[in-house]
């Protein structure tokens, strides 16, 4: 045997014999063992599923009646697979040009565009333009003359934190939580990587078609046409609309069976044209789709929200795992959002059987979507219409001084207020905390979004002037998202903290009409105005007549007419306390965005005033500090810091300028720093009486929203108990319930004596129906007995131009006349390299001209002052209250202007219209 196996030739066989064992064995394996397996990937391969979309679920108000729904349009799509490489180019131009040449929107994410001659990355505009919206508003945070040109994403971050006095020892993640939850700031960084998120996404797309990160647009645009063959006989315009289709298609990957989508909501007789010439468009489909339908254009816009396109944050969480395709549109502000995954519905589906190249082969069969579930809110269709209607006509009239005409009476407004042009108004039901209403002005219309918006849309949709905190911007909520300060609408949680702590609500206090602390005067709003006084006056007058002297003594408890104390231990801490109880200063529970910042602090004071000063001595560093310093931004720093540090103490002028002569500073400059720091920062840091009378009628740091403000009216009248806002009735079939909604939280808030509120809705009722009452003019002949309260507040600063180069230019010869624009804009070239805009640039070009007689403050003064905040809070009907209405006006002047807004609501829910006559007075109540 042994022999045999040493012949070459047996060798031979038994190799090829063991070889096709292995063979057979193998093959057995795989086609009976794992056969069943290895069908199943193979079919996977071949066997692709096109998703076909499901319409969204329908918005619908409190009874039924539709807000959001679908209808059919024409969707233009490319079949990838079948078309031939050679044929992309000419089937680009050929079909968007039909697109442009009829005004319909295509998709376009191409990220590089072409105009006036110049490339350029839509990135970087985006950048660029948040950049200069946020050192207009951040300047300060810089030190004159060293605002960085390129800043870039690190040195923003580190300002930020800066500005807030964020420890500069936390790391970014826990920097950026600090920054979004405690202040409200949304820097578009991304903290890993240190860098601008649009940089990392223009980084993404280069790197896609493996280019180098930095190259500049240009030569980007010029890398892909070479990589995609296009000739350069093409225009710049056609080789564009080539890579932006090549884009697409690119982005579509292997899922060629898949087809790409251009345009959406397309007119049928582009369509037409499209059909007309399709012999020239190989793989253009035309395709009937659902698209989002919002059948009463603004109205609730705020609420419903929007859609958009996936991005690239949001496609972690909407992508195929989770049903969505890459050319979705997913809610992405209020409603919309928040109930995505229900709104959604379940795509369907066709398989579809594909070759080797991914090309269309045959299709196997279909199923059906599943349209996503109806949204149900707690809005009033008709009342929401009304308090748009209601504000938008209050707002016109209020900046001409018109008239606010309406069959329930005319209101004049005697005085004109040119910017009042936005404004929020609330309807809540007292029990329950279901929004009836909430209305902004301005709005937008959020069928623009419905098919991908277009560039000039959008762009009337921004905030027209960036450099005015308060100019009109139409796609922000108002009611949820800007919190200012409440005016006299505050008043009632002062005096709820007396009575509760024990003062008769009928004891009477003299109005002597100003007060004197130090060297600054609080004087009530009669005498500021009129040098006149209220009076004896009790907390029910003080309502009624917005008596500012009253609150003054009992949030300090304290007569200061009689200069005694009262029965009664009220502070600062105690008011707050009521503050807290009612739910200022905390989010509503209300399930679309909304913001909140707490109650004031008063140990806050010190910390803010130790930021501004460190601000202000960074800022200013060139006009105190020795080169020496200057050159060692380690003991510099060092140095600011021991400045700070001596805030807590507050040491005289003479021991301050002794404190001060041991640093290193510019000779000479001791007693200007001595008398800045001092009598600006070191005076200013602590808390005082005359910050508890601020407080006391709601002016100083308070900052509420109008939602905010309607929930807490709703816990004074309602018997105490407060409620978490919601704009949901139900999610699902309008007869089965198909999920569950979260409970909303009720608590009972905890008084002394809940009968106290009473008292307080006396005053309130007096405040419209006494003789001297603040809502009187409006509210008292109105068939509805309503209580309320006006409010003003106020704002400081200057308003900002838009244009600082074309203001400076307007009132230089007021400013400095022994200075020409000719010379001031020579000179301002000299800055243009160390300020990131012109207007920065020639301020500090016309202060060095003038020799320094020429400061910021001469520059500005013949910019406006902001006028005051309207607030109109109240309730109806007295007795039995059912409804709470908030409306707020910007730089409307006067609280009582906002209050026409609230009584055409009032009308609409009590059915007192006219026009609206078939509704029974009496079913007003059921709603």
Known sequence: MIDKLKDRNNQMMLFFTIFIGILIGRLFILTIVQGEEYKNKADQIRIKKIPISAKRGEILDRYGRLLATNKASFTVQIMKNELIDEQINDISIKLLNILQKNNEKYNDNLPIVYENEEFSYTYDEEIDAWLDDWLDENKDLFPEGEIPQNITAKEVFDAIKFKWGIDEELDPYESQRIMQNDYNEYPPISVRNMKFIQTMKKEQFLQKYGLEVDLNAEDAFNKLKEKFKIPNEYSVDDARKILIVRNELRDQGYRQYQPVEMAV??????????EEHSMDLPGVNVEVEPIRYYTNDNLGAHILGYLSKISDTDREIYNEDTGYKRTDLIGKSGIERKFEKDLKGTDGAKYVEVDVYGRLVDTLRIESPQKGKDVYLTIDKDLQTVAEKSLKKALEQIQVGG?????????????PFPNATSGAAVALDVKTGEVLALANYPSYNPNLFTTGILQKDWSKLQDQNPRDPLSPVPLYNIATRTAVQPGSTFKMLTGLAAIEDGLDPSYKLYDGGFIKLGNKSYGCWLWNDYRRSHGWVDLY???????????????????YYKNKPLPITVDVNRVLEYAELFGLGEKTGIEISEVAYGVPNPGQKMRNTKNSLRRMLNRKKKDFFSDELLNNPELLKNEIETIVNWIEENPSRGKLLRMVEELNLIEGKEEKLVDTIKYSYFNQAKWTKGDTFNLAIGQGQHAYTPLQMARYMSGLVNGGYKNDVTLIKRV????????????????????EDKKNLDEIMKGMLKATQGEQGTGRTVFKNFPIKVGAKTGTAQKSGKIQPEDEVAYIKKYLNKIAPYISFGTLKEKTKEYEDEYPNEGQAMRKALMDLSGGRVTSESIDRFKGDYDNFAWFVSYAPADKPEIVVVALVFQGGHGGYASPIARDIYAEYFGLNKENDKFEFKNAFTK
């Open 265 to 274: 909501n397309v007119k049928q007789e582009t369509i037409v044209e499209i």
């Open 403 to 415: 008239t606010f005409k309406s069959e329930l009476g005319d209101y004049k407004y005697r005085d």
């Open 541 to 559: 007058k003080a309502l009624e007549v917005s008596c500012n002297y009253y609150f003054y003594d009992v949030s300090t408890s304290w007569d």
């Open 732 to 751: 699902g079939d309008s007869e089965i319930k198909e999920k569950k909604i979260e409970e909303k939280k009720i608590e009972e808030i905890n008084l």
